[in-house]
C-alpha cells in the first residue's frame, strides 16, 4: 500500500513564507515525476510546480521566482519552499508522484498517486 503524506500548511500573513513537504512510503519500486498541485475554491485542481528524477522542474507562470520545488529521491520525499506569499496562493495543496509500486515483489504498472491535501491560507 503506498501513501503520500503532505505536512507543512497553515496560515501565513501576505509576504510569508512556508515550506510544504510530501512523502511516499510503503512498497514502492521507482518514483518517477514528483509535483504540487492546488485547488482553491470554486476553481479547477492546477499544476503549482513539477520535478523529475534528474531534478528537471517546471512551475506554473503565477509562481515563478517565488516557489521551488525540490526531491530527495533517497526520502522519497518532494518540498515546496512557498515564498513571498500572496492572497490568491490561497488553497488547498495536493502532492502527486507518478510511481511504480511492487505488487508480491515485481514492479507494478505506473498510476499516479495524491495526497490527502494540506490548507494553505495567506490573510492579514
Known amino acids: 500500500q503506498v501513501q503520500l503524506v503532505e505536512s507543512g500548511g497553515g496560515l501565513v500573513q501576505p509576504g510569508g513564507s512556508l515550506r510544504l513537504s510530501c512523502a511516499a512510503s510503503?512498497?514502492?519500486?521507482?518514483?518517477?515525476?514528483m509535483g504540487w498541485y492546488r485547488q482553491a475554491p470554486g476553481k479547477q485542481r492546477e499544476l503549482v510546480a513539477s520535478?523529475?528524477?534528474?531534478?528537471?522542474?517546471n512551475y506554473a507562470d503565477s509562481v515563478k521566482g517565488r516557489f521551488t520545488i525540490s526531491r530527495d529521491n533517497a526520502q522519497n520525499t518532494v518540498y515546496l519552499q512557498m515564498n513571498s506569499l500572496k492572497p490568491e496562493d490561497t488553497a488547498v495543496y495536493y502532492c502527486?508522484?507518478?510511481?511504480?509500486?511492487?505488487?508480491?515483489?515485481?514492479?507494478?504498472?505506473?498510476?499516479?498517486?495524491w495526497g490527502q491535501g494540506t490548507q494553505v491560507t495567506v490573510s492579514s
Open positions: 520535478t523529475t528524477t534528474g531534478g528537471r522542474t
Open positions: 510503503g512498497s514502492i519500486f521507482r518514483i518517477y515525476p
Open positions: 502527486n508522484a507518478a510511481l511504480s509500486s511492487l505488487s508480491r515483489g515485481y514492479p507494478d504498472r505506473t498510476q499516479d498517486y
